[in-house]
């Protein structure tokens, strides 16, 4: 198990320090807006909210090209697997087109929301040029994906690290007004977000396109680029419901922020404070996730049921080291993390409290993801959907509310609600994982 752990690790650092890059652009967004006003971050916080259930969606469809590249390349078929990054690409470019130009022409939904009006008038530029970010940032995704399902995943993780002294630099200018730039504030760091997201993404192209790793990929691009009817079914049996399952996640933190937001922009900022250090963190388990998942992927090609029940076992395993790690660290510095986004006194108190809450789901937090992962591997997608929709929007939610609002908790109830879900979720897949394996491997 040991040799297992280690494959899937060497696979996973890279796609996690990219992971980490990618987030931490956004911590450094919030920190660097939040040292004008609570009130810019609890707008930044805002828009976040309400652009994650799309975007996370469009991140799931980005999922397929992976875990159909994956497969194909378990088969040694380089034909099948340029095929299926011209189709995945393609599908991928109208699912980004889809969700930016309805965020774009819905930005002004935001004041419907119930939130405080500064803060919407704050949102609603940010929200415009975030919405258009996410077209460049979802193509980024969709090569990465391609790269990462043929185990090649450092190319996107140096971008990634390339992407954030770019982007430091362009907010230093662009938000505060530095060397004769305009001072933009917020919406400063929406045009940062924009143009680094572009440039990452036209510097991935260029080295698939040219660097000789992808090359006999490129090579039969003659007769393997076309668009197909089967190969669109396919990767929307892993997209569609891989969308689901983690748009559903992203929307209970989505809706428990939008929610958050009507007790006020105190109880917002610190919640966003909470929740970017929370999924911060979670992008490491997300990393480890998408390399057990192209293992099993791997795997499965082959039918080797063996295999993939040790290859679960193992990342469970370390699921669980890294989310105790996780929890330790939230609760001993749950004071001090709070003051690197901002310094009002009240914001860093309930950030310093639901950081509390944060570090009792991180176990949970990280396991649900390896969960998913391991059965998007072996291409089962729907029954783990059903399953993460009961634990967030049928448990999760609900309690969250209600302990929020009718037992007055504030925020500390929707964070209750949350660690439920989160736990949930994380036993029913766990459960249904290895019932499968079991199953196989005696057959």
């Not at 652009?25 to 994650?52: C, T, W």
């Amino acid at each position: 198990m040991k040799e297992e752990a280690s494959q899937t690790l060497k696979l996973a650092i890279p796609i996690i320090i990219g992971e980490l890059a990618q987030m931490a652009l956004h911590l450094i967004d919030s920190a660097m807006v939040g040292a004008i006003s609570y009130k810019q971050l609890a707008a930044a916080a805002l828009v976040i909210n309400a652009m994650n259930i799309p975007f996370v969606i469009g991140i799931g469809m980005t999922i397929s090209v992976s875990q159909m590249v994956s497969m194909a390349n378990g088969r040694n078929d380089t034909k099948l697997v340029s095929h299926y990054l011209f189709n995945g690409f393609c599908l991928c470019t109208l699912t980004a087109l889809a969700i930016s130009f309805t965020l774009v022409f819905g930005k002004d939904m935001l004041h419907h929301l119930g939130q405080d009006p500064e803060v919407v008038t704050l949102a609603i530029p940010f929200m415009q040029l975030m919405g258009l970010s996410i077209i460049p940032m979802l193509l980024f995704m969709t090569l990465k994906q391609f790269a990462d399902g043929l185990e090649h995943t450092r190319t996107a993780m140096f971008l990634s690290l390339a992407g954030m002294p770019v982007n430091i630099l362009l907010n230093w200018l662009l938000i505060y007004g530095n060397w004769g730039f305009p001072r933009l504030e917020l919406e400063g760091a929406g045009w940062a977000t924009l143009i680094t997201r572009s440039g990452m993404f036209l510097a991935l192209a260029v080295v698939i396109l040219k660097h000789k790793t992808f090359q006999k990929y490129m090579a039969v691009r003659g007769t393997q680029w076309f668009l197909n009817a089967k190969t669109w079914r396919e990767l929307l049996h892993i997209g569609v419901p891989s969308s689901l399952q983690i748009g559903m996640e992203a929307g209970a933190f989505a809706i428990s922020g939008i929610i958050i937001g009507t007790l006020g922009a105190v109880s917002q900022a610190a919640h966003q404070i909470a929740l970017s250090s929370a999924s911060f963190t979670f992008m490491v388990s997300m990393g480890l996730a998408q390399a057990g998942s192209i293992r099993v992927s791997n795997a499965f090609a082959r039918a080797n049921w063996a295999k993939i029940f040790v290859i679960g076992k193992s990342t469970v395993f370390t699921a669980l080291i890294y989310g105790t790690f996780c929890a330790i660290t939230f609760a001993t510095f749950r004071n001090i993390i709070p003051n690197a986004f901002n310094k009002n006194n009240e914001v860093v108190q309930l950030a310093a409290l639901l950081l509390l809450f944060a570090a009792v789901f991180q176990i949970s937090d990280s396991t649900q993801a390896i969960g998913a992962g391991l059965l998007r591997g072996i291409k089962d997608v729907k029954t783990p959907t059903v399953l993460i929709g009961i634990a967030y929007w049928v448990i999760g939610i609900p309690v969250g509310y209600v302990l929020a609002f009718q037992f007055g908790m504030g925020a500390s109830g929707m964070w209750l609600g949350l660690i439920l879900g989160l736990t949930m979720a994380s036993i029913f897949l766990l459960t249904r994982f290895f019932k499968m394996t079991k199953r196989n491997r005696t057959v």
